[in-house]
């Protein structure tokens, strides 16, 4: 339990800081969001690229590991866009709702918790960074499509295609999958820039958030933020189970899928609705409430596996 509030602990201490900052007057409206396009345009991009780049790709090793937690993923994030009217959710509303649902924090809680869980286990270890690789992708690609199909400045297909090509995390996700397989080795100058750039993309999104919270009120916005937690923590890791027997994973991937599965709605979810005019109000609370609710979670997920 300790190792889980230690992942959880920086995430809630760096919003605080946001909020805090704002409070003080230290933040103001454009410097939010100044800070939240450095993020997604910069920070974030660098963080993809950089950790699936240098990630030896062994697909067929990890490919029980991949299919359980994209099934699950797909499956989640389907039910909460046809459920989304049931919980109030307008159109404008509907892709926030559904990202937050099924995109989640691997990259900064899911792999600690992993390395953790399986005391350094190098094996599970390159197995989960190796599916992590492609399904930061497939949230980069998701997100796009269900933000695209409910932004109100919609231009129909046209305009899909294009946000999806020039969408940077999806772009950054697909090079480093291409620079995986077929580059060369980076320069480590590059390496290192990228990954001090990289760096930066946590703390920026989460001092984002923290920020927001002072000007965003949730009234009528308490059950969506409810639903996509709960399925984003509750439904996804119990899909995951069914999936991993099904897929016959052993004792460690299991473990390391459940994990994945059972993480909290990650921070870029916020950068990238607002990039799409989404609903902030429900974008910071889905990440709050489902870190929240992940503690109880992934000591669950650990304490069962």
Known sequence: M??????????FLVVA???LLRWRGFFHAQMLADINRLAYWVGLPCLTFISIAT???QLGAAAGLFATVVCATVAGGALAWFASPLCGVD???????????????LAFIGLPVIVYATHGDPLVRSLAIIAFAPIVT?????????LQASCERSGGRLRLLLDILFNPQLFAGASGLAWAAWGPALPSGITRSL????????????LGIGGSLLGVHFHGRTLPVLAAAAIKTLLL????????????????????ALILLATPTAAASYVQARQFDGDEAIATGSILVS???SAPGLALVLACS
């Open 55 to 57: 990630t030896p790709l």
């Open 17 to 19: 800081l946001g909020a």
């Open 291 to 293: 870190t929240l609710a």
């Open 91 to 105: 159109r404008r509303a509907r892709g926030t709702f559904v990202q937050g649902a099924f995109r989640g924090n």
């Open 138 to 146: 497939l949230y980069g690609f998701g997100a796009v499509l269900v």
């Open 195 to 206: 990954e001090a750039l990289g760096h930066m993309a946590l703390p920026l999104a989460l």
């Open 2 to 11: 300790t190792s889980i509030l230690n992942s959880l602990a920086p995430v």
């Open 237 to 256: 890791p119990l899909l995951g189970v069914a999936l991993a027997a099904l897929f016959g994973l052993d004792e460690n991937l299991r473990r390391a």
